[in-house]
């Protein structure tokens, strides 16, 4: 699968999952915030569809304001909560850089959704129970373990000094290969 494709969703994700999503990226976009879909939603657009309650987004600096003392708020018309459904919003670090340097992300149905690379990478940051398991599914789903590798080679300045995620990866990659 070269690019992602909401629709794979729309039969098996609740509808008001999705509503939110678009109506959250429509306010971003509104709003001139830069964001790609990442999480639950992300990895089914990708392939490997599962249930979600949640729409995540991987947003640029601008949906926050930077107040005295530190205090850091989101900026108004920011959504948080769309018709009962949870919209996490990941603030950009010098992981989401990476992403939202892209001029033109990849969209499916007018949604911009995060590359299967850094999809992946985020992952593996997180590297909780449901992480490891997307990344095995999206794997064992034909995804190119080269170009992750490769990816994930080229960025290490990003994230070197944390957690080997180049040996998490290869860990993944060998289950998914058992599996």
């Known amino acids: 699968m070269k690019v992602p494709d909401f629709k794979l969703l729309e039969d098996a994700v609740a509808p008001r999952i999705l509503d939110a999503a678009r109506a959250a990226s429509k306010a971003l976009t509104a709003a001139g915030i830069r964001h790609v879909l990442i999480g639950g939603l992300a990895v089914g657009a990708w392939g490997y569809i599962r249930a979600t309650k949640d729409a995540d987004f991987l947003v640029g600096p601008e949906a926050f304001e930077q107040h005295a003392g530190g205090i850091v708020t989101f900026k108004p018309g920011v959504p948080i ?3 009962g459904v949870p919209v996490d ?3 950009v670090d010098r992981v989401g850089e990476l ?3 892209q001029e033109d992300p990849l969209k499916s149905r007018g949604i911009p959704i995060v590359d299967i690379e850094l999809l992946v990478y985020l992952k593996l940051v997180a590297f909780r129970r449901r992480d490891k398991e997307d990344v095995v599914a999206l794997l064992k789903a034909g995804h190119n373990d080269r170009e992750i590798r490769t990816f994930l080679e080229n960025t290490r300045s990003f994230w070197a000094g944390s957690h080997d995620l180049l040996d998490r990866f290869e860990e993944l990659v060998r289950f998914a290969d058992e599996d």
Do not use: A, K, P
Request: glycine share 12%.
């Open 81 to 83: 909560e769309i018709g």
């Open 89 to 91: 919003l990941l603030m």
């Open 99 to 101: 992403d939202m340097d």
